[in-house]
């Protein structure tokens, strides 16, 4: 699936380190701006659910990434979802640009509180609350 | 590495359990929606009140792992959410397209390539508006996923969710 690029805002990146689940799904974006994390994707027909919009599942597997990516750039620790709760605020459409970030609002040594917006041009479509579990500094994935 | 290809099939492919039947959620679509593009959901239906009276089921495939290589969260959080609305919905016999409004999951054991994971929702409380389930993954014994979830239930008929049916064992290649 190719995307032109002008349906892409300025300043995002390709992931292109993205495997199976997300590469599946992708591409994924990402533009880091005064030290946040911004992610990104385009929804084409691929994620639509049987009302023809984006699928929950799809929303939510995007805002988890962008959670844990909040935690990597505050913390520079890798991280492990352990929960997460997620509002469904409104629809996402297909062809409509969406991005999602976190935030991390606190921690200790072992799990980091995130929270988290999945939003289009206009409106918010989730609000996410995680908390992740952080990997030991020397683990390889 | 890049990879824009559709996910392919698992050479051993997914070999579902007897009395499990593949979902077709894309009939009369010309191209396929999340639920098939994902990988192949399959579905088996009990007695009325039992534990398996509804049931959903899938193969681990390459294609829905995460970079550890283990089963992704995203696929867990998916399938759920439709446990959540198709199976919830058949428990409190509702028949239409039920939106999620909340879900909540926590990620409690890994799974891997060639598990084979089910799902199965236990309904909580149907209000004339809202439907509140649970749901758990497992694979064998193992429970690695348990989400709580509410979703709306539309007044009047909704959308009928009838789009999705089971392929049926003589429509098969």
């Not at chain 2, 579902?16 to 192949?40: Q, W």
């Not at chain 2, 959903?56 to 792992?65: L, T």
């Not at chain 2, 749901?135 to 509410?150: D, F, M």
């Amino acid at each position: 699936m190719s995307i032109p690029p002008a349906r892409v805002p300025d300043g995002f990146r390709r992931l292109t380190e993205a495997s199976g689940f997300a590469a599946s799904n992708g591409p994924w974006f990402e533009k880091i701006e005064d030290g946040r994390a911004i992610r990104g994707f385009l929804p084409g027909p691929q994620h639509a659910n049987a009302l023809g919009i984006v699928h929950g599942g799809m929303l939510a597997a995007f805002l988890d990434s962008a959670m844990g990516t909040a935690v990597w750039h505050t913390l520079k620790r890798r991280a492990v979802t352990l929960r997460l709760t997620i509002d469904y605020l409104g629809p996402g459409r297909i062809g409509d640009w969406l991005q999602a970030e976190g935030e991390v609002v606190g921690h200790d040594e072992h799990v980091v509180q995130v929270r988290g917006r999945l939003y289009g041009r206009r409106h918010d479509v989730l609000a996410g609350l995680g908390a992740f579990s952080l990997l030991s500094r020397h683990r390889q994935l | 590495m890049l990879n824009d290809d559709p996910p392919t099939d698992h050479p051993l492919g997914d070999d579902p359990p007897a009395d499990f039947r593949k979902i077709d959620f894309d009939r009369d679509l010309s191209e396929p929606t999340f639920n098939s593009h994902i990988g192949g959901l399959y579905v088996k239906r009990g007695d009325k009140g039992t534990r398996d009276e509804f049931v959903m089921g899938f193969r681990v495939h390459q294609h829905m792992c995460n970079p550890a290589g283990g089963l992704h969260g995203g696929m867990m959080m998916t399938v759920a959410d439709l446990v959540g609305a198709m199976g919830g919905g058949t428990l409190a016999g509702l028949r239409k397209f039920l939106p999620t409004v909340n879900m909540t999951f926590d990620f409690v054991a890994p799974a891997k390539v060639g598990d084979w994971v089910e799902g199965r929702a236990e309904l909580v409380r149907a209000t004339r508006s809202l439907l509140f389930t649970n749901i758990y993954l497992t694979v064998g014994e193992q429970k690695i996923l348990r989400a709580s979830s509410i979703c709306k239930i539309p007044s009047g008929d909704g959308l009928a969710f009838g789009k999705a049916r089971l392929v049926r064992e003589d429509a098969k290649p």
